[in-house]
C-alpha cells in the first residue's frame, strides 16, 4: 500500500503518513516553496506508534528552517530512513530494551526520483518494549539541530533550480493537461510554481488565466445543461443550483441570463411567488485577471483535495529497495 496522507492542501489518501501544516489548505498555499512529510510504507522496520512521530519531526524541521511543511505540491518531500544500528537488554531491573538508530531524512523530487539533500543523525533509547525505545529514541531528534538548517536550504535551492530550469516542461505539461480536459490538475501545476522563480511563475500566472478560461468554459456548458433539463421538469430550484455556478467570465453567461429571465416570466405568469434568484454580477472593483487566479487556485487547491490522491500515490521502491 502506498498511500500518503496529506494534511493540508491533500486529503487523506491512505494509512502510511504522510502530514503538512493545516487541515485542508488555502489557496495562497500554492506558489511557495513547501514540502510534504511523508512516511512511505516502504519505510519498512518503522513501527506504525512511530510514524506519526518521525512525521511531525519531519514537518517540524522544515518548519524550523523556513520552509513550511505545506503539501500543496506533494512533489517535493522529505522523507526517513532508519536503521537499527544495535539493539540489547539493560541489565537492570526490569530489564529494558536499548535500541540505537541511525535516522536518514531525505529531500526528494519523488516524480523524477531524485535526491536533492539529506542528512544522518544517531539517537538512541530506552524504553519497556522495543516500540517503545523506538519511540523514545526518535523524540531525541533535535529539530532544532545545526545540520538541518544546510539540509534544508539545499532541498530549496534544488527545487528552485528545478523550476528555472524546467519552467518550459512545466508549462507545456499543463497545456497538455488541459487538451485532456485535466483543467484542475493543469491549474494545480501552474499556480505551484514558487514565486520565487519569477520568471517561470509570471508564465505560469499568465498561462493560468488561458486556461481557467477554458475551464471556466467547459463547465459553463455543463451548468446550462444540467439548468435547461431541470426547468424542463420545472424543478426551478435545481436550476436555480446550476445558474448559481455560472459567473459573468463564462462565455454562456448570457444564456444563463436568458433563462433565468424566462423563468421568472414563468413564474410570474403562473402566479407563482416571486423566484429570488439572480444571476451573479461582476464587482468592478476587483481587476479580471486577478480574479480569474484566485478562482483558478481555488480550482486547483480543491482538486488536490478531492479524490485525486492517486496522482500523488509515488512509487518509492526507488529509494527503499536499492
Known sequence: MRKII???????????????????????????????????DQAEGIPQSARQLIANKMEQIAV?????????????????????????????APPMQALNLDVTFYIV????????????????????????????????????????????????????????????VVLKGAQALAGQKKYEESLYTLLSVPDVCRECFDKSMDLSIEIYKQYANYKCTEYMAGAKAAWANMNV??????????????????????????????????????WQFKMKQYDDSIEKDKMMIQAGKEVAVAWAYWGQGQYFNWDWNWLYKK
Do not use: H, W
Open 6 to 40: 496529506i494534511l493540508t492542501a491533500l486529503a487523506f489518501i491512505g494509512y502510511s503518513t504522510v502530514s503538512a501544516q493545516n487541515s485542508q489548505g488555502k489557496t495562497d498555499d500554492l506558489g511557495r516553496i513547501a514540502l510534504a512529510t511523508v512516511v512511505p
Open 64 to 92: 524550523q528552517n523556513g520552509l513550511g511543511a505545506s503539501a500543496a505540491n506533494p512533489r517535493f518531500c522529505i522523507v526517513p530512513l532508519v536503521n537499527v544500528l544495535s539493539k540489547e537488554i539493560t541489565p537492570t
Open 109 to 168: 523530487d519523488a516524480a523524477s526520483q531524485i535526491i536533492f539533500s539529506q542528512t544522518s543523525i544517531q539517537v538512541k533509547g530506552v524504553g519497556q518494549t522495543e516500540d517503545k525505545a523506538y519511540i523514545q529514541a526518535l523524540k531525541n531528534v533535535n529539530v532544532k539541530a545545526g545540520q538541518f538548517k544546510g539540509f534544508v536550504e539545499k532541498g530549496k535551492e534544488k527545487i528552485v533550480e528545478y523550476y528555472n530550469s524546467q519552467c518550459d
Open 237 to 274: 430550484d435545481k436550476a436555480a443550483e446550476y445558474l448559481g455556478k455560472i459567473t459573468p467570465d463564462m462565455e454562456c453567461y448570457n444564456d444563463a441570463v436568458q433563462l433565468t429571465d424566462q423563468i421568472t416570466q414563468k413564474q410570474l405568469a403562473d402566479g407563482a411567488n416571486v
